[in-house]
């Protein structure tokens, strides 16, 4: 499976911004996907995930209320909606793919596949 992350630029704080991650090669409606960030010389954190059907999702205590994670499964593509940025959401954007079927997940050793990331930066 290929994902394909986008959407990242330069934004003021406060701003808003929306990443998506476009997936191929493989049954995307049939997992759970997550976003997960990693700002420069900070460890890789978890961000949001969605399930398989949209219906459920899970968000970081770092972005809850001020993102919205989301998914169009006809479009095989996932979305971040960032608002109220901060700088500290400065950071590479990663999309990754869980195909363990459980629950909804922060942990990023159950996500197989990984994009490539997009950039984020919001000045201050």
């Known amino acids: 499976v290929q994902l394909q992350a986008s959407g990242g630029g330069l934004v003021q704080a406060g701003g808003s911004l929306r990443v998506s991650c476009a997936a191929s090669g493989r049954t995307f409606r049939s997992y759970h996907m997550g976003w997960f960030r990693q700002a420069p010389g900070k460890e890789r954190e978890f961000v949001a995930a969605?399930?398989?059907?949209?219906?459920?999702?899970y968000y970081a205590d770092s972005v809850k209320g001020r993102s919205t994670i989301s998914r169009d499964n006809a479009k095989n593509t996932i979305y971040l909606q960032l608002n109220s940025l901060k700088p500290e959401d400065t950071a590479v954007y990663y999309c990754?793919?869980?195909?363990?079927?459980?629950?909804?997940?922060?942990?990023?050793?159950?996500?197989?596949?990984w994009g490539q990331g997009t950039l984020v930066t919001v000045s201050s």
């Open positions: 990754a793919l869980d195909t363990t079927r459980g629950y909804l997940t922060g942990d990023s050793y159950k996500y197989d596949y």
């Open positions: 969605i399930s398989w059907s949209g219906g459920s999702t």
